[in-house]
């Protein structure tokens, strides 16, 4: 090859990976108002609107069979920072009366939005101070909940889930500690799995590193393979009703780009008003090679909170 035709092609081979290094947060002038509408707070969740989104999940159930796909909060769990949960059993008392009749109870501090297998809603993350559909957070943040994007607007998800099996793609169990996920594995998985995504599917990414969940927690959140900010770009593209994965942040981390800080975060929850889907159980769908499935799951109505703990689920 000629030296400056092979200069191009190798110019033309970095340069993906250049784009998907630099990406930087757009204006809000190029982001807002969402796709949805200005004002509105539901994003993909929007998708929940179409009757058909919930009716093709409800098409894949043949059998009644239930996979669950979140992890039990308790003691041994991963925790990201100085996050936390506790629980203090009470035995409150013995009825009086002739049946005996004993009660049990339980004290419960934590961090209910964002520990375990959670459900990332619009108010958990922002750009400077605006998050997505360009509402501020000096006008809707309040001492107990946001007044707007709170978690409880997003109700019941019901719709045909989607796995894609990156690790299995790729032929290990679990992604390389730093594996930053591109729009090529993401393509090469649909292909090997046969399957494809429509509109308003819930999609699932398994990278392996769920198998260290609760086993090898430290390593688990010291860094993670993920998604990278093309292969973030190239899934909004898909128009999804969430992502989710069995990672603790969907994307990797630290981000090859040294500047950025969990950008796939910002380019989900703030740019395009897609909801995220962490720290899922993953174990059981990917040995039964369970591509296309019911998805379900709602987070709890916590009034104005940035997320909530969930316990998902694949009906087939
Ligand atoms: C952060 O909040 C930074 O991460 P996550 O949404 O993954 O819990």
New binding site residues.
């Given amino acids: 090859m000629r030296p400056i035709r092979s200069a191009f092609v190798l110019l033309s081979l970095a340069l993906p990976l250049l784009a998907s290094a630099q990406w930087r947060p757009p204006t809000e002038a190029q982001r807002c108002p969402s796709k949805w509408g200005a004002g509105d707070e539901r994003g993909s969740g929007n998708h929940m609107k179409n009757p058909e989104t919930l009716l093709r999940g409800a098409r894949l159930i043949k059998t009644g069979e239930v996979i669950e796909l979140g992890h039990v909060l308790g003691p041994g769990m991963p925790f990201?920072g100085p996050r936390l949960l506790n629980m203090i059993t009470k035995r409150t008392f013995m009825n009086p009366g002739a049946n005996a009749r004993g009660s049990n109870e339980e004290i419960m501090t934590g961090e209910f939005g964002?520990v375990g297998t959670?459900f990332?809603g619009f108010s958990?993350q922002t750009h400077g101070e605006s998050l997505y559909n360009c509402f501020k957070q000096a006008d809707i943040s309040t001492r107990s909940g946001f007044t707007k994007l709170g978690i409880e607007k997003v109700g019941m998800l019901f719709a045909r889930g989607v796995l894609l099996d990156v690790a299995g793609f790729k032929g290990v169990e679990i992604l390389g500690d730093t594996y930053e996920i591109t729009v090529a594995d993401l393509e090469g998985t649909l292909a090997k799995q046969a399957v494809k995504i429509n509109p308003g599917d819930a999609i699932i990414i398994n990278t392996g590193w769920g198998r260290l969940y609760g086993k090898d927690n430290a390593r688990f959140v010291k860094s993670t393979p993920g998604v990278g900010t093309a292969a973030a770009e190239w899934l909004v593209k898909q128009d999804p009703l969430l992502v989710g994965s069995d990672n603790?942040?969907i994307e990797v981390s630290p981000n090859p780009d040294k500047d950025l800080s969990?950008p796939v975060?910002q380019i989900f929850l703030v740019v395009a008003g897609v909801h995220?889907l962490?720290n899922m159980k993953l174990d059981e769908l990917v040995a039964k090679k369970a591509y296309e499935f019911a998805f379900t799951m709602q987070p709890l109505k916590l009034q104005g909170a940035s997320?909530s703990t969930v316990a998902p689920a694949a009906i087939r």
């Fill in positions: 990201f964002q959670q990332d958990h603790w942040p969990l975060h995220l962490e997320g």
